[in-house]
Each structure stands twice: as structure tokens, then as C-alpha cells.
């Protein structure tokens, strides 16, 4: 196995650790940017997952700072990393590899996502729920923003 060709999915499945929708929300982005994933990507060309992707990526970012928000290490928040990891690693591994990048891009989310919850919790004793949001948000869009750019090319 090429781990460095795979190298992209895994650290999207981190991304997706901390944010769920934010691996999806980079992807979408950067199409709108005619930018080319090097794996297939089937759902987020269609206009529908594409801004819907993106409106759940901006929503997660606020729905994080409220009292009511869950952990992420429930059922439903698992399953969600699941998915938008899923999806976006298949989408930065190489041509004919993106089963692998899913699965790489999965592995690494979930087991991260106990991780970055518990330094999340202990950011949030020091400093409160919001600011602890925001500086962990603007570090994991940052991430998937730099993962995504160097993983695409311009459409040709």
C-alpha cells in the first residue's frame, strides 16, 4: 500500500474528528472553485449535496457553541464523521483507491474523535465553551482548507 498517496484522506479523517461536516464543506468548496479531487466524487458535483454540504458545514460551526450541543462521540455525531469523512477521503485518494480512502479517512476520525473531545473539554475548563469553539474551529477549517488545496488541482 502507497501510504503517502493516502496521505491526504487520513488527515481529513482527523479534520472530521473535531468538525464533522467541515471534510465535506472543503470538498464542496473547492469544486465551486472548479478545483479536481483525485478520487471520484459523485455526490458533491450535484448542486443539492454540494450547498447543502456547505449550509451544514457553517451551521455546525455555530450549533457547536450552544449549551444543548451533544458530544461528538455520540451515535449520531459518530455516524456523521462516518459519512463526511467517508466521502471525503474517497474523494483525496488516487483514482481507483477511494475504498481506501474512505476507510483510511474513517479510521482515523472516529478514534480521534475521543481525542479532540477530550482536549476540547479540557480547553473548555480553561477557557469557556465558546472561545474554546472558536479556536478550535478557525485551527480545523484552516486544516481542511490546507488539506483540500494541496490535495485538488485547478479543472482542466
Known amino acids: 500500500m502507497n501510504t503517502p498517496a493516502l496521505l491526504p484522506s487520513a488527515l481529513i479523517g482527523a479534520v472530521a474528528s473535531a468538525r464533522s461536516m467541515t471534510p465535506m464543506a472543503t470538498i464542496a468548496t473547492a469544486r465551486l472553485a472548479d478545483r479536481d479531487t483525485p478520487g471520484e466524487l459523485a455526490l458533491l458535483d450535484r448542486p443539492l449535496f454540494k450547498y447543502g ?5 457553517v451551521g455546525e460551526l455555530f450549533g457547536d457553541k450552544m449549551k444543548t450541543a451533544p458530544d461528538r462521540t455520540v451515535f449520531l ?49 480553561r477557557m469557556g465553551q465558546t472561545r474554546s469553539g472558536l479556536i478550535e474551529d478557525a485551527l480545523i477549517v484552516a486544516a481542511g482548507a490546507a488539506i483540500v488545496a494541496l490535495a485538488t488541482r485547478p479543472e482542466s
Not at 53 to 57: E, N, R
Request: no cysteine; hydrophobic share 65%; charged share 15%.
Open 53 to 57: 454540504a456547505l449550509a451544514m458545514g
Open 77 to 125: 455525531g459518530l455516524l456523521a464523521r462516518v459519512m463526511s469523512a467517508g466521502i471525503a477521503g474517497a474523494a483525496l485518494a488516487p483514482k481507483g483507491r477511494e475504498k481506501a480512502g474512505a476507510a483510511v479517512a474513517v479510521a482515523t476520525a472516529v478514534p480521534l474523535a475521543y481525542l479532540t473531545l477530550a482536549a476540547r473539554k479540557k480547553a473548555m475548563a
